[in-house]
Nanobody
């Protein structure tokens, strides 16, 4: 099992920036990809971005392209989500997840963090 701890959420004005961190521990050798997902009240959990644990290949949802960047620090077993030009519609609880495949579907991920709240005010 992999343990994941997110941090870096908070309240920010529209147009501002935040950087989320996802620190992994435990059986990190079993990770193939780490994804970021978000869930707003009353909405389904949606894909934001993902990164291959070994190669660093990335993917992002169309809604965040040009604004969000996913990266990793292998030495620290940490994945980051840099969020710029934030919009009120980005408000959600953000989760990171580890999986054994590179996928956009949250159901393909096995281990999840507790989530961190991001609130963007207009």
């Amino acid at each position: 099992q992999v343990q994941l701890v997110e941090s870096g959420g908070g309240l920010v004005q529209a147009g501002g920036s935040l950087r989320l961190s996802c620190a992994a521990s435990g059986r990190t050798f079993s990770i193939y990809a780490v994804g970021w997902f978000r869930q707003a009240p009353g909405k389904e959990r949606e894909f934001v971005a993902a990164i291959s644990w070994s190669s660093g290949a990335t993917a992002r949802a169309d809604s965040v392209k040009g604004r969000f960047t996913i990266s990793r620090d292998s030495a620290k077993n940490t994945v980051y989500l840099q969020m710029n030009s934030l919009k009120p519609e980005d408000t959600a609880v953000y989760y990171c997840a580890a999986g054994r495949s590179f996928a956009f579907d949250y159901r393909r991920y096995d281990d999840w963090g507790q989530g961190t709240q991001v609130t963007v005010s207009s």
